[in-house]
């Protein structure tokens, strides 16, 4: 059977996948969009638990490439629900006419380089072959979830779920004896209204994660109608800051302004919400104790919160403030004052079997009729490495990768030429609000499809020398950042045996500068071949 020819491939049809196409049809590419999903939206696909939605606000988490669309869209709240992203998307989809081009229900298995021909062949894990000179990985950071390998799950005889793959019709927890198994984003934000629904709710939390309040609620007609008038400009602060236009970084350091300035700064970000709180000081994520500083303010909010000092004291990070990404929440806190929640702490003594009808701890015995699992996933590179990936001289992602990810700006890795990643590791990605940061991705990478076909050329791939020295700066920045001390995600260690390499680079608006010095002399750090 002959394979199937396009330009290019692309893997994933959340917003990255779809901008890509959009841009790529512009440039007269035949692509095809691989989605293993029965429909588009990624990460707004899969994560469709109670109380999903974004913790960066709606008029920023949103395409910007086209004036049109976001004159048109109207989101109704200050962050919007995965529902509501979700029809946005389908929306984009429709409106761009994208969907002719994406193959849904269709996961990508393999994709290997054949160097004699310049061409990736790929391979569906339904088995059907297609070839592409260009492939691109718009797989998503946080797409692979992580269950952990408890004994016993497949015994259990009442309903489980993981928050990043949740089911499509409605979850019914009244009545029900719920346990929600982890407190990070997904778990803080499901809790709340799990609790409001299900007969009794028990809460199993091995690490406590910092939270700021969400402050969520309809926006304001005029705010919004302002933010239209200037779009453009309100996207540009919003660049400059990585996350929010309204992030109002302050230049002060904590550890240089009194108690009462500390307190002043940190009270009125709590009551402004959401993540700019950690722009209160500019040496939190720098100087310990800064940053003792902020925990030591979120911890006496949790006492105030919180009525039972046992539960609060448990609840009480004594980890670093930003380390693991900030928790945005709405009534997280206050959930735990409810007489049908409680808090078990699986620090000391974890969860040891799930039992056909609830699960053990080292310590007690509990019985459940629904079992959620909130454990977060694989980040970064999980999605990447579940695809059997061979480069030039047919060795393997996970060969290239055994000791943690090297690419050369997050979008090239050395040996697998024309081969692009959207977000991977080693940029900006999850320390950055990911729509205009794929945008920008998705940008660099169609002109430098462009180029290399304008130029006639056969590949493009990242020298061995450049993917070093990007990784060694990528870890030194990291190293000037308290970021590397805390026990996250970012750094793998949520995953038994995964390398641990702070994955994600800090600071956006010098790594749009350096993408941009790289295209600007013709590709420089890359190999070009006739
Ligand atoms: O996953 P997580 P998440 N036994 O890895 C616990 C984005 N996001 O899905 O910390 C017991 O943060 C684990 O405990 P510990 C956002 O970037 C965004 O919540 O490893 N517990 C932890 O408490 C976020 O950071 C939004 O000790 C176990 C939890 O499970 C990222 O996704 C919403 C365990 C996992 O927390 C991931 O968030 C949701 C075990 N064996 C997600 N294994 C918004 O936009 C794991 N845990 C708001």
Redesign the pocket.
């Given at each position: 059977m002959t394979a199937k020819q396009f330009d290019v491939i692309v893997v994933g049809a959340g917003f990255a996948g779809l901008y890509l196409l959009h841009r790529l049809r512009a440039l007269g590419l035949q692509t095809r969009v691989f989605e293993a999903g029965s429909d588009v939206g990624g990460t707004w696909f899969w994560?469709r638990y109670p109380g999903?939605?974004?913790?960066?606000e709606s008029l920023e988490y949103s395409y910007q490439f086209s004036d049109a669309l976001q004159q048109e869209w109207e989101w109704s709240e200050r962050?919007a629900t995965q529902p509501e992203i979700l029809r946005y998307i389908n929306h984009v989809a429709d409106r761009f006419d994208l969907r002719r081009d994406i193959a849904l229900n269709t996961r990508v298995a393999a994709a290997h380089f054949d160097a004699s021909r310049s061409r990736w062949a790929v391979t569906t894990q339904a088995g059907d072959a297609y070839q592409a000179k260009y492939v691109v990985m718009a797989t998503g950071c946080?797409s692979s979830a992580?269950l952990?390998d408890?004994p016993g799950l497949q015994r259990f005889t009442g309903d489980w779920y993981h928050?990043?793959h949740w089911p499509h019709e409605p979850v019914d927890f009244a009545g029900k004896r719920v346990a929600v198994?982890?407190?990070?984003?997904?778990?803080?934000?499901s809790i709340p209204v799990i609790a409001e629904q299900a007969a009794a709710l028990t809460v199993?939390?091995?690490?406590p994660?910092f939270s700021v309040p969400a402050h969520n609620g309809p926006l304001d007609p005029e705010r919004v109608a302002d933010i239209k008038a200037n779009y453009r400009r309100f996207r540009e602060a919003n660049r400059q800051t990585a996350f929010h236009a309204d992030f109002r970084y302050n230049a002060a350091n904590a550890t240089e302004v009194s108690a009462q300035e500390r307190q002043r700064e940190y009270e009125a970000r709590w009551d402004r919400g959401g993540l700019p709180f950690m722009a209160a000081f500019a040496d939190l994520v720098f100087d310990e104790q800064a940053n003792e500083s902020a925990a030591e303010f979120i911890r006496g909010k949790i006492h105030e919160i919180v009525e039972d000092p046992e539960t609060a004291e448990l609840l009480s990070p004594r980890s670093m403030v930003g380390c693991?990404?900030l928790?945005?929440d709405s009534h997280y806190y206050a959930t735990y004052n409810r007489a049908n929640v409680r808090l078990v702490d699986?620090?000391q003594h974890?969860?040891k079997a799930i039992t056909p009808t609830g699960l053990e701890t080292e310590l007690e015995a509990f019985a459940f009729d629904v079992i959620v699992?909130?454990?977060?996933?694989d980040?970064m590179t999980g999605a990447l490495m579940s695809i059997d990936i061979r480069g030039r001289l047919g060795e393997t992602l996970q060969q290239a990768w055994a000791e943690g990810p090297k690419t050369y700006l997050g979008l090239a890795i050395a040996g697998f030429p024309n081969l692009f990643t959207v977000t991977g590791p080693g940029s900006p990605s999850?320390l950055t609000n990911m729509l205009p940061t794929i945008e920008h991705h998705v940008e660099w990478i169609t002109d430098c499809i462009n180029y290399v076909e304008q130029k006639g050329l056969a590949s493009i791939d990242a020298t061995a020398d450049a993917q070093e020295a990007w990784v060694a700066h990528v870890n030194d920045v990291a190293e000037s950042s308290l970021y590397p001390r805390g026990?996250?995600?970012y750094l793998g260690?949520?995953i038994p045996g995964k390398p641990r390499v702070f994955m994600p680079y800090l600071g956006f608006p010098p790594y749009a500068d350096k993408c941009k010095a790289v295209a600007d002399n013709g590709y420089q750090g890359f190999a070009l071949s006739g």
């Open positions: 994560n999903a939605r974004c913790d960066i962050y946080l992580n952990p408890f928050t990043g198994i982890g407190t990070g984003s997904s778990g803080i934000q199993f939390q091995r690490t994660n693991k990404r928790c945005v699986v620090s974890g969860i699992f909130a454990t977060g996933f980040a999850v026990n996250s995600w260690a949520n």
